[in-house]
Nanobody, 123 residues
Framework: QVQLVESGGGLVQAGGSLRLSCAASGLTFSNYVMGWFRQAPGKEREFVAASRSGGSTYSTDSVKGRFTISRDNAKNTVYLQMNSLKPEDAAVYYC?????????????????WGQGTQVTVSS
């Protein structure tokens, strides 16, 4: 049974930092693209960043220069370091896994999802 478990969310002031973690089990981690998505109230789930097993990364324009995705294949864990947080970054952040090496920004292309972790940014 595949499980993705996120942690690290919380309340932070604007300009602050948080580090999200997602621990995966029940899958061969290195065979998956790992992604982060977020969903704010009343909005669609949107792509944030993704990482191939080999280390190449992708992120949406709104977080470039502020968020960094990384992964530790030995620990089956993917991270999202979020710096210079803005109120508009507030959302539930979801970890997702997609079998293969193709990175996509569409949530429907991902096979497995975590339960989400709340990020709140106060202004």
């Amino acid at each position: 049974q595949v499980q993705l478990v996120e942690s690290g969310g919380g309340l932070v002031q604007a300009g602050g930092s948080l580090r999200l973690s997602c621990a995966a089990s029940g899958l061969t981690f290195s065979n998956y693209v790992m992604g982060w998505f977020r969903q704010a109230p009343g909005k669609e789930r949107e792509f944030v960043a993704a990482s191939r097993s080999g280390g190449s990364t992708y992120s949406t324009d709104s977080v470039k220069g502020r968020f960094t995705i990384s992964r530790d294949n030995a620990k089956n864990t993917v991270y999202l370091q979020m710096n210079s947080l803005k109120p508009e970054d507030a959302a539930v952040y979801y970890c997702a896994a997609r079998l293969g090496v193709v990175v996509t920004t569409k949530s429907r292309d991902y096979n497995y999802w975590g339960q989400g972790t709340q990020v709140t940014v106060s202004s």
